[in-house]
């Protein structure tokens, strides 16, 4: 045997037994695997982003009902100041109206 009959001989042998068409195949069969991994690797990052963006939404209507409510509380405590009396010991009242109106015009102005 010589060189060029063991060449067509493999020559042969790869054409008709699939040896390229196995290894076209065996290519194509790798990058639709990758593809698959990609797309569920996707998928799982866009569902974890959406989790994490409903997360969120909800911590911040929780701080905007908590800042609602500190304010609230913020106006009650101005205006139970207001009808505070600084001379305990007298029967003559006199509230501090005008430094916590000031105050409180302040605030409500915000």
């Not at 990058?31 to 690797?41: G, P, R, S, V």
């Not at 304010?71 to 430094?99: G, I, N, S, W």
Request: net charge neutral; with cysteine; hydrophobic share 30%.
């Amino acid at each position: 045997m010589d060189v060029t009959t063991l060449l067509t001989t493999l020559l042969t042998t790869l054409a008709s037994g699939g040896g390229v068409a196995g290894f076209m195949q065996y290519k194509q069969n790798k990058k639709a695997k990758e593809l698959e991994n990609d797309k569920t690797a996707s998928e799982q990052w866009r569902a974890l982003y959406e989790e994490q963006t409903k997360t969120a939404q909800s911590l911040r209507e929780k701080l905007h009902e908590a800042r609602e409510n500190l304010a609230k509380e913020k106006q009650q405590t101005l205006m139970c100041r207001f009808y505070v009396c600084e001379k305990l010991d007298c029967t003559d009242r006199e509230p501090p109206h005008t430094e916590i109106m000031k105050e409180f015009k302040q605030y409500t102005e915000k």
